[in-house]
């Protein structure tokens, strides 16, 4: 059973950044989406960015230009590299990869890391 590990989330203050990575403990199918996601509490899990196997990244609006994703569809791998960082990008971040063999589609999802940033 395939698996996301995720790495890198922590506390910092305003203005400092943090690398979030996410591997695939095996990979055995074709992978044509990483990205990451972030949720808040009583919030929905929202798009922070995402890159496809051809290396085209989608960031959001929030996060444009302090936020770079970057992505190994062949090993399996994800990395966030966030830079001033602010409070309001508190949260939750989930890895996800989505791919394909055969007939089967995955959409698997890391176990969430907590980034907190102080003000």
């Known amino acids: 059973q395939v698996q996301l590990v995720e790495s890198g989330g922590g506390l910092v203050q305003a203005g400092e950044s943090l690398r979030l990575s996410c591997a695939a403990s095996?990979?055995?199918?074709?992978?044509?989406?990483m990205g990451w996601y972030r949720q808040t509490p009583g919030e929905q899990r929202e798009l922070v960015a995402t890159?496809?196997?051809?290396?085209?990244?989608n960031t959001a609006d929030s996060v444009k230009g302090r936020f770079t994703i970057s992505g190994d569809n062949a090993k399996g791998t994800v990395d966030l590299q966030m830079n001033s960082l602010k409070p309001e990008d508190t949260a939750v971040y989930f890895c996800?990869?989505?791919?394909?063999?055969?007939?089967?589609?995955?959409?698997?999802w890391g176990q969430g890391t907590q980034v907190t940033v102080s003000s």
């Open positions: 890159i496809t196997n051809h290396g085209s990244t």
């Open positions: 095996v990979v055995t199918f074709n992978i044509h989406l």
């Open positions: 996800n990869v989505k791919g394909y063999s055969g007939f089967r589609y995955y959409d698997l």
